[in-house]
């Protein structure tokens, strides 16, 4: 027998995507359609759970790429979802079990150290990697500023609030604030020089980095 | 099941911790590559939610994906097709307020709050604001998914208001001050270089002293009735205000001015300007006598986000220009 939460939670599924259909792609109607029924295929605790005890410490890393593919799909391909032929939950989990955990499955076993990293793990890892990283060789470019490039651009009447020294800051990760305090210059003053400049330096920099 | 909520919930696959630790290599210092780390799976939380919507990104072409601006920004952007950089914020477990980092204040269409928790296996979208200047925005004051998707499918230069004046009647897009800090300013306002000089008498200064943070600008305004033709030019001088102790809010100060134009020396008489509240409400008028060299407002204040309307008046031609700071 079925109970009438999932009678109930059928058909507003079922509401949800007729709604969608009836509107056209980007209209709000369609997108707040889809939305909520997003939500309630993730809370609806009927989505299935295909080869369930197989690829072991994987397993949850296939599901997850997969319910996120299927829910992608889901929203770009509403239309195709048809009432007469079975519920909403039959057509996702068919959709789940046939297609996508299917698909899912070269994808994840394929990725080489796949790590998956909590708050806590962030807080806790040191520095990477002892050759030389990225950062390492655009603090080195700074630093020597080969043709002064850097120098020369600083904000008017200020010459030592200059890009280079702004950049050097940044870098070392030293606040705006106490950079606007050392040069007694506003933040939105700095800050934008430095977003127009790092544009308009920002080619040359990769350039130095990947050669 | 209630599921009118007005945020979303993401799951943040293997993929998209794969390319968060793929960018987050790139960084030594610890808190640069944690910064990289969360900044990344914000943005692809986004991504996910907006193509769920229908929206086209292209995250490949953002600064969020490029190392060296990820190295000298703390940068969180999705390029939106047609539409501009979406700043895309992400909010640990017990905050309350969403951190904005100033050196992403120009350029960007939004700021998407992203609330992870402490496994980081989902993430929250909670809502936008197009408020930009601040470096710390409550989440109780975020606008809705609904209106973020609303303002991420509208022209580039917010909304487009029809204006019922009298003869003259146009179409103006709402001019956004900020924008010309960053030296990003309409192709209709020019330099008073270019629009005005030389012109003698011309005093459009904020200050005594000369403030290198000031950006003037002008428009030509074409009051045209019937056969009289009439041409002013409007000038909007801007200079940002210094945070005060009380708030870390900045601000800017506006002086607008009306000048003569085509070689004239006095304005037409009897021209009105105005200025107005949102909802049309008006702040202060001037009116111009017998030969007037220009007339001015009372300069004003007001901060990121706020919105005002300048109208000028000349017998039954009327034209307003929207601004927001």
């Given amino acids: 027998m079925t109970s009438p939460e999932i009678l109930d939670l059928d058909n507003q599924l079922s509401h949800l995507a007729l709604t969608a259909q009836r509107h056209p792609p980007l ?62 939950m039959a057509w996702v989990n068919m959709l ?36 030389p990283t990225l950062t390492d060789t655009i603090q080195e470019f700074v630093e020597r500023d080969p043709d002064n490039h850097l120098k020369q651009e600083h904000i008017k009447n200020h010459p030592t609030a200059n890009f280079q020294v702004l950049l050097q800051r940044r870098l070392q990760g030293i606040s705006w604030q106490d950079i606007a305090n050392e040069f007694g210059i506003a933040i939105p003053t700095l800050s934008s020089f430095y977003y127009r400049r790092l544009d308009k330096f920002s080619t040359q920099f990769k350039d130095y980095c990947v050669d | 099941m209630d599921l ?44 996910f939610y907006l193509q769920c919507m229908g929206l086209k990104t292209n995250w490949s ?70 408020t930009t200047g601040v470096e710390i925005f409550p989440l109780e004051k975020l606008r809705s998914l609904d209106e973020l998707l609303i303002h991420l499918q509208s022209p580039p230069t917010a909304a487009i208001h029809p204006v019922s004046t ?69 000038l909007v001088a801007i200079v940002p205000t210094k945070p005060s102790p009380a708030s870390t809010q900045t601000g800017i100060e506006i002086l607008v001015q009306v000048h003569p134009t085509g070689g004239a020396n006095f304005l037409p008489a009897d021209l009105v300007i105005g200025l107005y509240t949102e909802t049309g409400d ?6 111009s006598r017998m030969q007037d060299n220009y007339i001015q407002l009372r300069r004003f204040r007001g901060v990121p986000g706020e919105h005002f309307d300048i109208q000028l008046t000349w017998g039954e031609a009327s034209i307003r220009e929207k601004f927001v700071i």
């Fill in chain 1, 27 to 88: 209209s709000q109607e369609r997108q707040v359609a889809l939305r909520q029924l997003v939500t309630g295929i993730l809370r609806s605790r009927r989505l299935c759970r295909p080869q369930l005890g197989q690829f072991a410490g994987n397993y949850q890393d296939i599901y997850d790429e997969a319910l996120q593919e299927l829910l992608l799909f889901i929203c770009q391909n509403i239309d195709r979802y048809d009432p007469d032929r079975g519920t909403v």
């Fill in chain 2, 166 to 234: 009298t003869v003259t009647s146009q179409f103006t897009q709402r001019i956004c001050l900020s924008q010309w800090l960053q030296n990003r300013v309409e192709a209709s306002w020019q330099t008073l270089e270019t629009l005005l000089f030389p012109q003698p008498g011309l005093s459009l200064s904020l200050r005594t002293e000369a403030d290198a943070a000031t950006v003037k600008r002008a428009k030509l305004i074409d009051l045209s009735i019937q056969l009289d033709r009439q041409t002013v030019a409007l």
């Fill in chain 2, 4 to 47: 009118s909520m007005e945020y979303f919930v993401v799951l943040l696959s293997a993929s998209a911790h794969q390319q968060a630790e793929q960018f987050r290599q790139r960084h030594r210092q610890p808190l640069k590559a944690q910064q990289v780390y969360l900044n990344t799976l914000a943005v692809s939380a986004v991504e």
């Fill in chain 2, 61 to 130: 072409v953002s600064q969020s994906y490029d190392p060296v601006w990820q190295a000298a920004m703390d940068v969180a952007d999705l390029w939106i097709c047609d539409r501009g950089r979406l700043e895309c914020r992400p909010i640990l477990p017990e905050a309350t307020v969403m951190t904005i980092a100033p050196e992403t204040w120009s350029d960007r269409c939004g700021y998407v709050a992203v609330q992870l928790e402490p496994s980081l296996q989902t993430a929250t979208i909670l809502g936008f604001t197009e």
């Fill in chain 1, 96 to 131: 789940f079990d046939r297609r996508f955990f299917r698909e899912a499955i070269p994808k994840v076993l394929g990725k080489q150290n796949l790590t998956r990293m909590t708050l806590m793990d962030l807080d806790r890892i040191s520095a990477p990697a002892a050759e």
């Fill in chain 2, 282 to 287: 008006r702040l202060q008028e001037v009116q």
